[in-house]
C-alpha cells in the first residue's frame, strides 16, 4: 500500500520569502513522486515529478523539490514567493507498475496545502 | 499540448435524475483515463480507472451501478452518474495517460462541479 500526507494544511508566507511544503510519503515499491498545483476553478497542474532519476527535482515557476529516501520525504521549496503562487498542492504518489510496456499506475494524492502569500 | 477538457464544467441537477459529465483528451490518444472525486476542502480520490474498449475498473466503495463509465474511443470517457442524490454532490475530475510518449504523467482536465438539490 502506498499513502501520501502533507504536514501542513495551511501555509501562509509574504512575497519575497521562501516557501516549504512539507510531504513524506509510504510505498512498498520505487515510487514516482509529484507535485501538483490547483488554482481555483481550473484543472490540475504538474509542476515537478521525481522518476528515479536525480534526487533533486527541478520545476516550473522556480519550484523544486529533494527525494530524500531515508527520511521518506519530498518537500517542496521555492527561494522567493510569488503572489501567483498562492494556491492549492497535491504531493501524489505512484506505484510503478508495467503494462504492456508502458508504465502507468494509480495515483494517491496527500491531503493538499492551500499556500497563502501576502504582499 | 496535452490538453484535456471535461464538459459541462459544471451542473445542477435535481434528485433522482442522472447526469453525464464527459472527458476528452484533445490532442493525443489516452488508452487509460481516471476518474476521481473531490470533496470540499478534501483531497482527490479515485473511483475508478477507464481502459478503452473495456470495462471500468471500480476502486473500493465505488458503485460501479451508480457511477458507469464508458470509454468507447481514445479520446473521449464518461463518467454518468445516475439517480444523483444530494451526496453525489461534488467536484468531478478525470485524468487521461498518453497512449505513447510520458511514462509517468497524467493529464488533468479542470473539473466537473455537480451540484444535486
Known amino acids: 500500500a502506498q499513502s501520501v500526507t502533507q504536514l501542513d494544511s495551511h501555509v501562509s508566507v509574504s512575497e519575497g520569502t521562501p516557501v516549504l511544503l512539507r510531504c513524506n510519503y509510504s510505498s512498498s515499491y520505487s515510487p514516482s513522486l509529484f507535485w501538483y498545483v490547483q488554482h481555483p476553478n481550473k484543472g490540475l497542474q504538474l509542476l515537478l515529478k521525481y522518476t528515479s532519476a536525480a534526487t533533486l527535482v527541478k520545476g516550473i515557476n522556480g519550484f523544486e523539490a529533494e527525494f530524500k529516501k531515508s527520511e521518506t520525504s519530498f518537500h517542496l521549496t521555492k527561494p522567493s514567493a510569488h503572489m501567483s503562487d498562492a494556491a492549492e498542492y497535491f504531493c501524489?504518489?505512484?506505484?510503478?507498475?508495467?503494462?504492456?510496456?508502458?508504465?502507468?499506475?494509480?495515483?494517491?494524492f496527500g491531503q493538499g496545502t492551500i499556500l497563502t502569500v501576502h504582499p | 499540448g496535452a490538453v484535456v477538457s471535461q464538459h459541462p464544467s459544471w451542473v445542477i441537477c435535481k434528485s433522482g435524475t442522472s447526469v453525464k459529465i464527459e472527458c476528452r483528451s484533445l490532442d493525443f490518444q489516452a488508452t487509460t483515463m481516471f476518474w476521481y472525486r473531490q470533496f470540499p476542502k478534501q483531497s482527490l480520490m479515485l473511483m475508478a480507472t477507464?481502459?478503452?474498449?473495456?470495462?471500468?475498473?471500480?476502486e473500493q466503495g465505488v458503485e460501479k451501478d451508480k457511477f458507469l463509465i464508458n470509454h468507447a474511443s481514445l479520446t473521449l470517457s464518461t463518467l454518468t452518474v445516475t439517480s444523483a442524490h444530494p451526496e453525489d454532490s461534488s467536484f468531478y475530475i478525470c485524468?487521461?495517460?498518453?497512449?505513447?510518449?510520458?511514462?509517468?504523467?497524467?493529464?488533468f482536465g479542470p473539473g466537473t462541479r455537480l451540484t444535486v438539490t
Open positions: 477507464s481502459n478503452e474498449g473495456s470495462k471500468a475498473t471500480y
Open positions: 485524468s487521461a495517460h498518453p497512449a505513447s510518449g510520458s511514462n509517468y504523467e497524467q493529464y
Open positions: 501524489v504518489v505512484k506505484k510503478g507498475t508495467n503494462a504492456g510496456g508502458t508504465s502507468y499506475g494509480k495515483l494517491t
